[in-house]
């Protein structure tokens, strides 16, 4: 049986988040509710849920934490805040943050998904605009998506739109880190989506698996970068046991997901943020 490709598995998702609404069905929720799926009530008691505290007035670095970030990988967020609280990173979050356009860029190519991403522009300007009001120097983003799509709506000022691991191992620097002996396999991922949908936005993807290798007690053993989580989270799993990895790690948090469901009973699967705090403690 021929396997799917990535960009058909990708326009299913679209499919199921759009949930039989039109583009302008979808569009509409946004501009009311700035989510594209649920509403700010119900992103707020989450996140208290999860143990995050109030927003701050005024503080350094915005987190953007997404539409579906933390409903989908609630404890991945839990965990990226508990890092920053643990390094004393000066943060604050949105009241209302506007949907990045991800859920748009997913969708097949057509004149309605053209309207909505360049709408969307518009949106992650609103929350480039909220985060000045607090007195962000820097926008830090759980989701993977969302930090593509921020940087290619704004090319020229890409240094204040960071992942959120970028903004962790900044706070980091060079400080001297050991852990326990661990055995981690390490899938960096494909990134081809992201960076066809948003080819204005780039990282430094490498720069995750350098400073991880720079940890005492830490072995890195990679995996295929070249495969996509989307359609060979298998073979990964696959080659993470029979390399004798421990866990696996992925930076990408959609490549997490999609890795973590097909590992389970096979291997355990660890987020980068809950690495950090094995690290940490």
Not at 60 to 89: M, Q, S
């Amino acid at each position: 049986m021929k396997k799917p490709s990535s960009l058909s598995i990708w326009q299913a998702g679209a499919a199921a988040l759009a949930y039989g609404r039109s583009t302008e069905e979808q569009l509409d929720a946004v501009r009311k509710c700035g989510n594209h799926a649920v509403t700010p009530v119900l992103r707020t008691r989450l996140l208290a849920g999860l143990g995050v505290p109030r927003p701050k007035e005024q503080a350094e670095h915005c987190v953007v934490f997404g539409c579906y970030r933390p409903f989908a990988d609630p404890y991945l967020v839990r965990d990226y805040i508990r890092v920053l609280e643990l390094l004393k990173v000066d943060y604050t979050y949105l009241d209302q943050e506007q949907c990045c356009g991800m859920p748009f860029a997913m969708m097949p190519r057509s004149a309605d998904r053209d309207a909505a991403l360049a709408e969307s522009v518009a949106f992650n300007k609103q929350n480039d605009e909220q985060a000045t009001r607090k007195g962000a120097k820097k926008l830090a983003y759980c989701c993977m998506g969302c930090a593509y799509a921020a940087r290619n709506a704004a090319p020229d000022a890409q240094d204040r739109h960071v992942y959120l691991p970028d903004l962790i191992f900044d706070q980091l620097g060079q400080r001297q880190l050991a852990v326990k002996p661990m055995r981690v396999g390490y899938f960096e991922g494909c990134h081809s989506f992201a960076r066809s949908a948003y080819p204005a936005g780039s990282f430094d993807w490498s720069r995750y698996r350098k400073q991880l290798q720079a940890v005492d007690g830490l072995t890195i053993i990679d995996l295929q970068k070249d495969r996509c989580c989307k359609n060979s989270a298998d073979e990964i799993v696959g080659r993470a046991l029979e390399m004798d990895a421990a866990t696996v790690v992925c930076p990408c948090n959609s490549c997490a997901s999609s890795i973590g469901l097909a590992g389970q009973g096979k291997i355990t699967m660890m987020s980068l943020p809950e690495l950090l705090l094995e690290i940490l403690a």
